[in-house]
């Protein structure tokens, strides 16, 4: 598929071809391995009492990575758990016999949404691990994942995306000291190669006009030059605010949002069978 030839692209959108989330599953998988990564380098720092490149009289010393599979309801993710020489370190985020992520995939990936307060990713941090690491040893981590996180926000993105395709999820994430379900606004764009990258994730309230030109001007200020096509699902505002910073694009609702929204109106009973009848669509 020539991938700038609008026309084929707005019938690939309609047919729900190429445009799938299959790419976010990728993404997501590398965020959780970046992360858990992360933290358990800062685990090690505070397991031996200094950090990566500094000198030390401890005889103890990092010696190399354990690689693991990890199972997540996004799929397998390949880690490296760094090991020390004596064998004394017992990573906590990531047990040693563990092979499973046991729901924490949703508290991991909130650590990269925009919109998260250093206070909401320390709660989120101190849910992950519970009291079995220092206040310090989290309040490090904290600091380690939010500058990966923030590079990663403000990566440089390419100058065009033939489509960008806007979508949402639910992270069950605490905010506030309660846990909830909240919506996490995720942009995955379609680069001239036909590579799916996400440009970022979002959760914030009031989702308004105002709301989305300030996620738009992000992207141009990313360096986001120009747009064909916005896959959207009919957000409050969003195409208000596509027109005022992307005037040229074109905005499309593409058929996987429409089989969402018509499921909205089938009751729970017959759900499953309504969706398995749509996949012939």
Not at 47 to 54: E, I, R, V, W
Not at 65 to 82: A, C, F, R
Not at 199 to 221: A, D, V
Request: charged letters at 30%.
């Amino acid at each position: 598929m020539n991938i700038l030839n609008k026309e084929e692209l707005k019938r690939q959108i309609q047919e729900g071809k190429e445009i799938s989330l299959d790419g976010i599953l990728e993404e997501f998988k590398n965020l959780l391995r970046e992360s858990i990564q992360t933290a358990s380098e800062v685990e090690m720092t505070s397991h031996l009492g200094y950090d990566k490149h500094q000198e030390s009289s401890n005889p103890n010393y990092r010696n190399g990575t354990n690689k693991k599979t990890l199972k997540s309801k996004y799929g397998e993710v390949d880690v490296s758990i760094p090991r020390d020489r004596d064998g004394t370190f017992e990573p906590q985020l990531v047990k040693k016999r563990e092979r499973l992520l046991k729901g924490s995939e949703d508290l991991i990936l909130s650590l990269y949404t925009k919109g998260m307060s250093v206070r909401d990713i320390q709660n989120h941090l101190d849910d992950l691990y519970g009291y079995q690491l220092s206040e310090q040893t989290i309040s490090n981590i904290t600091e380690a994942i939010m500058e990966k996180a923030k590079e990663w926000q403000s990566r440089p993105l390419e100058a065009i995306y033939p489509i960008i395709f806007m979508d949402a999820t639910v992270l069950k994430i605490r905010v506030d000291r309660v846990v909830k379900n909240i919506a996490a606004y995720i942009m995955l764009g379609i680069t001239i190669d036909g590579k799916k990258e996400i440009l970022g994730i979002w959760i914030g309230e009031n989702e308004t006009s105002k709301y989305w030109l300030t996620l738009l001007n992000e992207l141009k200020n990313r360096g986001v030059e120009d747009v064909l096509i916005f896959a959207i699902d009919g957000l409050n505002g969003f195409n208000q605010a596509i027109e005022a910073v992307y005037p040229k694009a074109e905005i499309q609702r593409c058929i996987v949002h429409q089989i969402r929204s018509s499921l909205r109106y089938v009751s729970w009973k017959d759900r499953k069978a309504v969706a398995n009848d749509l996949k012939t669509v």
